[in-house]
């Protein structure tokens, strides 16, 4: 069921559009793709000449949330989980991108435009493994 006091179609589209022309233009200048695993994974094994831009990155994605919760109302975040369950969820989903050659910006936002057959399936199969995770989580566990 769709909230729709807080349903924000105009804004969506507005972060949409400002993510793929931010990919865009990373692919365009830098002739890389901007998954945030990837590149944050480069972080933690330095390449002598490949820190500053992982940094500047990194940094701009930090920086970007603070300057829009100085420009804007930040909503409350309610997280209906325990520690152990967003520990092990954490853990998880970095395995998954270990496995999976990439995250959900990398393939989801970035190979997917690409029309790449490899981010088709990795995409395709990240969704279906959360909509089985939520429904075994919610209804069969409760």
């Given amino acids: ?3 729709w006091a807080h349903f924000t179609p105009w804004s ?5 559009v400002l993510i ?20 944050l994974g480069g972080l933690l094994r330095p390449v002598a000449g490949d820190i500053g831009w992982r940094m500047a990155f990194v940094s701009g994605l930090l920086i970007a949330s603070l300057v829009y919760g100085l420009a804007a109302t930040l909503p409350t975040v309610h997280i209906d989980a325990d520690m152990t369950t967003l520990v092990v969820a954490g853990l998880l989903v970095g395995v998954g991108t270990r496995y999976g050659s990439g995250c959900t910006s990398g393939h989801g936002v970035c190979g997917l435009s690409r029309l790449s057959p490899r981010s088709m399936v990795a995409t395709a199969t990240f969704m279906l493994a959360g909509f089985v995770t939520v429904f075994i989580v919610r209804h069969l566990i409760g």
């Fill in 20 to 39: 793929g022309i931010a990919t865009a233009l990373f692919l365009l200048f830098n002739g890389r793709i901007a998954g945030i695993s990837g590149i």
């Fill in 1 to 3: 069921m769709i909230d």
């Fill in 12 to 16: 969506s589209l507005a972060g949409g």
